[in-house]
């Protein structure tokens, strides 16, 4: 059975900085491909970011470009968001999401194409 496993969340005022952590465990894949997504009350589930264990590169939401980052461990299965210059607009559940095929850059961004979720971790953004 796959676990997701969301940690880190918390309270930041603006300008704050906060570390998201993701581990897959369970399955029987050695490899998965995981992203980040976050869903604020009143709004659809938002794409964050992306790292591909293809070649390294990262993809992000056009909110979050410039001031988030994500890093990962491949052989942990292991991803990480870095979230720097935290605004008020940031609040919001993030959930991490995984799947075990990889997937044409095009879908990234589509939650219904990742088939592993996290329970999420609520972070709050509030002077």
């Known amino acids: 059975q796959v676990q997701v496993i969301e940690s880190g969340g918390g309270t930041a005022q603006p300008g704050d900085s906060l570390r998201l952590s993701c581990r897959v465990s369970g399955g029987t894949s050695s490899t998965y491909y995981m992203a980040w997504f976050r869903h604020a009350p009143g709004e659809e589930r938002e794409f964050v970011g992306y790292?591909?264990?293809?070649?390294?590169?990262?993809y992000y939401g056009d909110s979050v470009k410039g001031r988030f980052t994500v890093s990962g461990d491949k052989a942990k299965n292991s991803v990480f968001l870095q979230m720097n210059s935290l605004e008020p607009e940031d609040t919001a559940v993030y959930y991490c999401?995984?799947?075990?095929?990889?997937?044409?850059?095009?879908?990234?961004?589509?939650?219904?194409?990742?088939?592993?979720w996290g329970q999420g971790t609520q972070v709050t953004v509030s002077s």
């Open positions: 790292l591909n264990w293809n070649g390294g590169h990262t």
């Open positions: 999401a995984a799947r075990i095929n990889r997937m044409i850059l095009s879908g990234i961004r589509r939650p219904e194409n990742w088939n592993f």
